[in-house]
Structures are given as structure tokens and as C-alpha cells.
């Protein structure tokens, strides 16, 4: 998402500085000119602090890191950044983020956000610089949240090509519990209970059910952790839906089975838009 | 599928003959001047018995329809087919149309098929030739399936592009309750629970696992009927899979969710292969 998200920043801001823990990455990031600086970035490791110290004077600085991680950068950033600074992040989840942010020193100015992309392939060698065109981009401003922070938001997501929306972070929260967390969970339980030997029987149906299925799962466990009150709603939403299904094949009850899967196809084609 | 179907075999036959009771799609496939002859085929309707007199005299007869619908011209084909023949089918169910060929008149030479590959939109409007490249290609033999059906299947195969796996009716309705049915109605499920309002919140994941729900009902009906067992069996293991991921969270047993999503991982990249 980092990558992506510098490949669509690229030539669109005056300076560029790239902060990551993985040093192939930020060579293959600078071998393809993508930034005008690169620093690695240990958490918890000694030089880190001084590598954080070219972000002063930054007017910006963007977080992009599995949910986990942004929790342990929000805490070791005031040791480092002392200047006034515009604070985003992208992680998946708003509530605990943006709860994070409201306890941070006066000199930064936090909004959270959510572009509502991405794959379940990961690194910089995944990146690409439409990720984010025409994607949904979620901010969830905090009451402490300023106008120049709004605004150098609005133009990141402007000058990336995703859409804006404002909401809280609450109901941030909430719907994405259903359109991505509980998908995931899905997609997660149908690879776990398929057979491997039928792997040269599937096609292009179980390709994409399953696809999420294929996010690392250090990328989802802060985000199950983070938002686990809605996702447990959620599935027992799904459940239910599953279980009506179920009782109409089990005894048989083909009208009502149709039924039910007409209601599924208006309600995908509703949301999808297709 | 059918449409698909005559796109990949244009050139490929010594002659092309659709049948198909809309009429819009006969003409558009007219008009593209894929076929070599377009026949209007209404079942139960009574000119349909002159239309398919067309028929008599051709090699092989590839029956391009849901599940439901083949049962039909299966009933209807010994009144108006006389004369020898290859029958080869290629619905999504195998035991029951195989069940349904073993009881025609000695002049059908019947195989059992199936092409795992589609698109949840149906119509010739979607077709397109290169839908079968590379796609698993099933063939169930009958016991009375001559070795001459044997080799027009394989060559139909060979000539789309598609990859031909022998294998017995009950071991594909079994596997494909798994990789197909099952996927299906999980997909269905999600769309089922996820309210409307959401629309504006959902990225590629959502719209990769909701995809199968957007099926039209008519073509998996008969797949849910015919396959019902199998469904069944699938989805309680479906179940259970996923309720051990609901209690890993709901008692916050994150290193055992973290666990069996990694299985899950493995196990999707051991059957998607990537």
C-alpha cells in the first residue's frame, strides 16, 4: 500500500522520503527513482531515531503500516518528530487508531484514513501507481483534527485519483466489519475446508471467493484484534444467512431457496453496482 | 457457455449448428457469422421438432444449457434424433445427467462434460473465445461410451484450448460441491447479509468474494438439486471451519486464529497455486 501510495505521490508533492524496516524494499523503491529520499526504519531499534530525524521539517508524514504496527509507530513517533506536522494514516481499522492518534503531543495535527483498495499480494514489488484511482478513501478526522489537516488530506486523496469520503471513525468501523473483514473470514474458512487434491478442479468461481484468503495473516490479525466486537456481529449476521440456506436445500424447499438467492443477486447487484 | 463454446470452435468443425430458444442470441451469433447454421429450439413447442430435424445427420450434439434444461432435451431428444451420434453435455452436475444419458436409445453415443470455467454473466452478449483456454476440462465416460465419443471429446477439447480430466460422475459432483457449489453459496450468503447502505464502502475484496452471487438462480437450481448431498456435506464442514475461527476470537485466542489462518493460506496458495 506504501509503495503504491509513493508510485501515485510521485512528482506530485515537493519531497518525497520513504521510511521502511525492509531494506530490499526501499532499494528496489529507489533503484526505480520513485523517492527523492529513503531511510530504513527499525522499530524499537537505536538508529531508527536518527533515521526518524530526516522526517523533521516534513509537512506530512503518512502512515502505512498493518494495523499492529502503526499502534507501535504512534508510540515511538513524539521521541523523534518534535515539529508541527500533518499525521495520516491508512490503516484498515479507525476506532483504535484514531483513539491512539488523540493522545499524541500538540505538534501533531492526526486524521485517520482508509483507501479502500489493495491486494493480497504484498511489497513493493506488488506496487502499482493506479492502485488508488477511483478507489473509496475514508478519512475519519478527530476533534483536534485542523483545516490545513483536512485539506492536505483532500489533496492527497485528489492528487491519487481515490474519492473522499468523511465518516466517523465508529462507523468506519462498522461497515467495514462487513464489506472486508468478514469476507476475509470467509474467504479464509473455504480455503481452510477445501481438499487439496481438488486443486485442479477449480476455476475462475473459487479463484475469486477464496482470493482474500491469501492476505498474510500478520497483515489481518490487527485488524481482527482492533475491530473484533463488529466482525463477531457480522458473522453472526452471516451465519444466519447461511443457515436459511442451508435449512431450504436440507428440506428440499426449492421456492424458497430461489427465493433467497434472487434476494443475494439484487442485494450483490445493489452494492457491486453491475 | 454455449456461445463461448462456438466462438472457440468457428473454423474448427467441418460445419456449426446452433440451436437456441432466444432468438436475439441466434441472430446476434448470426450476425457475427460464427455459426454455419441457426436454428430456433423451443422446448416442448412443436415446430422445435422440425428444427431440430436439422440436426439429423451430425456427429456430435454438445448440449449448452442449465442443469434443469438438459434433463429436458434429454427427455426429448430419442423423438426427434434418429440417427447415430456423439451427445456430450456440459452442465455443471455430472451424476444425474450421466444417470439420464445411460437411458437413451442405442443410436446416442453419450459423454458426460464439464468445462470448469464461466462468468456469473450469462448471454452471448458476454461470450467470448477464449473462455476455455487452459480451463480444467472434465469428461465423465459412461459405461456404453464408445471409444469414437471418447476421441470427439478429447478433440473438442484439444481444439478450445481446454485441459481434459477423466474422472467418475461421483468424484466430480463431489469435488465440485467443494470448489464450485459450496463458493457459490457463501458468496450469495455475504451479499445476503450485507446491508445496501454499505455500497459506497466496498473494495476489490468484497467484490471478488460477493462475484458468484451475482449467478442467476435459473443456472444453479438444478446444480442445487442434483448436487444437494454433496452440498450439504460441504457446507457443514464449511461450518465448522468457520466456527472455529469465531470461537478463536470470540475468547481472543489470537496465536490460534493466527494459526489456522496460516493453514487457510497455505492451503489456498497449495490449490490456487500462487
Same mark, same amino acid.
Given at each position: 500500500m506504501g509503495g503504491s501510495l509513493a508510485m501515485s505521490l510521485k512528482g506530485k508533492c515537493a519531497r518525497l522520503i520513504g521510511f521502511d524496516p525492509h531494506l530490499p524494499t526501499l532499494e528496489l523503491a529507489h533503484s526505480k527513482n520513485i523517492l527523492d529520499h529513503a531511510e530504513a526504519f527499525l522499530l524499537h531499534a537505536e538508529h531508527s531515531v536518527d533515521a526518524l530525524k530526516t522526517a523533521l521539517g516534513v509537512n506530512v508524514i503518512i502512515l502505512a503500516a498493518p494495523v499492529t504496527a502503526i499502534f507501535d509507530i504512534l508510540k515511538q513517533l513524539p521521541s523523534v518528530v518534535t515539529s508541527t506536522c500533518? $499525521?495520516?494514516?491508512? !490503516?484498515?481499522?479507525?476506532?483504535?487508531?484514531?483513539?491512539?492518534?488523540?493522545? $499524541?503531543?500538540?505538534?501533531?495535527?492526526?486524521?485517520? !484514513?482508509h483507501p479502500i483498495c489493495g491486494k493480497e499480494t504484498l511489497g513493493f514489488e506488488h506496487a502499482t501507481a493506479n492502485l488508488y484511482q477511483d478507489a473509496p478513501f475514508v478519512v475519519t478526522p478527530l476533534p483536534r483534527t485542523s483545516g490545513k489537516a483536512r485539506t492536505a488530506a483532500k489533496q492527497i486523496i485528489s492528487a491519487i485519483g481515490a474519492n473522499q469520503i468523511?465518516?466517523?471513525?465508529?462507523? +468506519?468501523?462498522?461497515?467495514? #466489519? =462487513?464489506?472486508? +473483514?468478514?469476507?476475509? @473470514? $470467509? =474467504? =479464509?474458512? $473455504?480455503? +481452510? #475446508?477445501?481438499?487439496?487434491?481438488? #486443486?485442479? @478442479?477449480?476455476?475462475?468461481?473459487?479463484?475469486?471467493?477464496?482470493?482474500?484468503?491469501?492476505?498474510?495473516? +500478520?497483515?489481518?490479525? !490487527?485488524?481482527?484484534? =482492533?475491530n473484533r466486537e463488529n466482525i463477531l456481529r457480522k458473522l453472526a449476521s452471516f451465519r444466519n444467512s447461511l443457515s436459511e440456506f442451508e435449512s431450504a436445500l436440507q428440506n428440499e424447499d426449492y421456492p424458497a431457496l430461489e427465493e433467497m438467492l434472487n434476494q443475494s443477486r439484487h442485494s450483490y447487484q445493489a452494492i457491486v453496482g453491475s
Open positions: 500533518v $499525521l495520516m494514516d491508512i !490503516g484498515s481499522t479507525k476506532c483504535d487508531i484514531v483513539q491512539a492518534m488523540s493522545d $499524541l503531543p500538540g505538534n501533531f495535527d492526526p486524521i485517520g !484514513g468523511e465518516m466517523t471513525a465508529e462507523d +468506519h468501523d462498522r461497515a467495514l #466489519s =462487513s464489506t472486508s +473483514h468478514l469476507p476475509f @473470514l $470467509l =474467504s =479464509s474458512a $473455504l480455503a +481452510h #475446508s477445501t481438499p487439496r487434491e481438488y #486443486s485442479r @478442479l477449480i476455476g475462475p468461481g473459487f479463484r475469486s471467493t477464496s482470493r482474500l484468503a491469501g492476505t498474510p495473516s +500478520h497483515m489481518m490479525m !490487527g485488524i481482527l484484534r =482492533s
